[in-house]
C-alpha cells in the first residue's frame, strides 16, 4: 500500500514539472483573418433528421419483459441449492 502511494506521489510531482509546448502563436496570420462561420437555423437542420426509430413504448414494454423475466432467474438462483433428501444425506454424513 505504501509502495503505490508513493508511486502515484512520485508521478503526480513528474506530472507537475512538465514542460507544456507553446501554443500562443500557433494561430496563422490566416487564421486570424479568416471570417466566422454563419449562423444558421436550426428548425431546417431538425427538420431534415430522421425521426423514425425505436418507437418508446414497445421499448418500455420489452425492458418490463426482459426484467421480470431477470427478477424471476434471480429469485431461482436464490433458492436453495440441495433438496430435502440431499441435505438429510449431507447431515447423515456429517455425524
Known amino acids: 500500500m ?3 502511494l508513493a508511486t502515484l506521489c512520485l508521478t503526480a510531482l513528474c ?3 512538465t514542460q507544456f509546448p507553446e501554443l500562443d502563436f ?14 444558421v437555423p436550426i428548425e ?7 425521426q423514425s426509430g425505436p418507437d418508446p413504448i414497445a421499448e418500455q ?6 426484467l421480470a423475466g ?7 438462483l436464490r433458492g436453495g441449492v ?3 433428501a440431499e441435505k438429510k444425506r449431507l ?4 455425524r
Open 70 to 76: 431477470l427478477r424471476a432467474r434471480a429469485d431461482r
Open 44 to 50: 431546417p437542420i431538425i427538420a431534415g433528421v430522421d
Open 2 to 4: 505504501k509502495r503505490t
Open 91 to 94: 447431515e447423515e454424513g456429517l
Open 61 to 66: 414494454t420489452n425492458m418490463d419483459a426482459r
Open 26 to 39: 500557433t494561430q496563422t496570420a490566416a487564421l486570424e483573418a479568416a471570417e466566422y462561420p454563419g449562423l
Open 82 to 84: 440441495l433438496s430435502a
Open 15 to 17: 506530472a507537475g514539472c
